[in-house]
């Protein structure tokens, strides 16, 4: 059975602080995503990635796909409290479409 | 999200009714996925669907629960028998091609299933 593990899985911190959510595998995935999700709603995609080592921006958010493709990063810098909800890392091992998540990470920002 | 029209929002059915959830992918998409939600846990596949063909149903419970993507018409996710334990949120999500590499798959805002 594929696993996904997310740390944390609750966040809280204060407004201007970094923070790095991780997703931890032992199996190797064609993609993984990013997305945030709002109480009562879907998963919105944040990112996709795709290649070994690649590293994705946007905005005050750094994605990192981990070399062997079984780990990624999701670092936030500067938190604001517009930040604050559920950050899910979902992969994809046989380019399906059909998505392993991992639990989701709570993410508080004070203001 | 936007595209991915999901339907009921909220669905309350007695415990031995039936539960019929109903996805409509984005303009264009032919692939179809599901995904259940239960209480604090995390989003979990159930079947993935093509027009007309169910390409993997490994997710799926092996009893009650079934899916269809007819040539017309959305997707139903369709659950007989509920019982409590299938109170959860359901997701849909659609692809314009199979595979998340290079491909996008968008997630409607699901239907939130509460048996009593």
């Known amino acids: 059975t594929q696993l996904l593990e997310q740390s944390p899985q609750f966040l809280s911190i204060q407004e201007g602080e970094n923070l790095t959510v991780y997703c931890n595998s032992s199996s190797v995935f064609s993609s993984l995503q990013w997305y945030r999700q709002e109480p009562g709603e879907g998963p919105v995609l944040l990112v996709t990635v795709v290649t070994g080592g690649e590293v994705k921006k946007l905005k005050r958010l750094t994605f990192q796909f981990g070399d062997a493709r079984k780990d990624s990063s999701l670092h936030i810098t500067a938190a604001q409290p517009g930040d604050t909800g559920l950050y899910l890392c979902a992969g994809d091992s046989s380019n399906t479409g059909k998505l392993i998540f991992g639990q989701g990470t709570t993410l508080q920002v004070k203001p | 999200n936007a595209g991915v029209m999901q339907n009921p929002r909220h669905l309350v059915r007695r415990r031995g009714q039936e539960a019929r959830l109903r996805c409509s992918p984005m303009?264009?998409?032919?692939?179809v996925y599901w995904y259940r939600q239960l209480p604090e846990e995390g989003l979990k596949f159930m079947v993935y669907?093509?027009?007309?063909?169910?390409?993997?149903e490994s997710g799926m419970p092996k009893e009650r629960f079934s899916a269809e993507f007819p040539k017309e018409g959305p997707s139903i996710l369709r659950i007989q028998q509920v019982v409590r334990g299938d109170s959860a949120a359901y997701f849909c999500a659609s692809s314009l091609q199979g595979g998340s590499s290079g491909n996008t798959i968008y997630f409607g805002e699901g239907s939130w299933l509460t048996v009593v």
């Open positions: 303009k264009g998409h032919s692939h």
């Open positions: 669907l093509q027009k007309e063909n169910i390409i993997d």
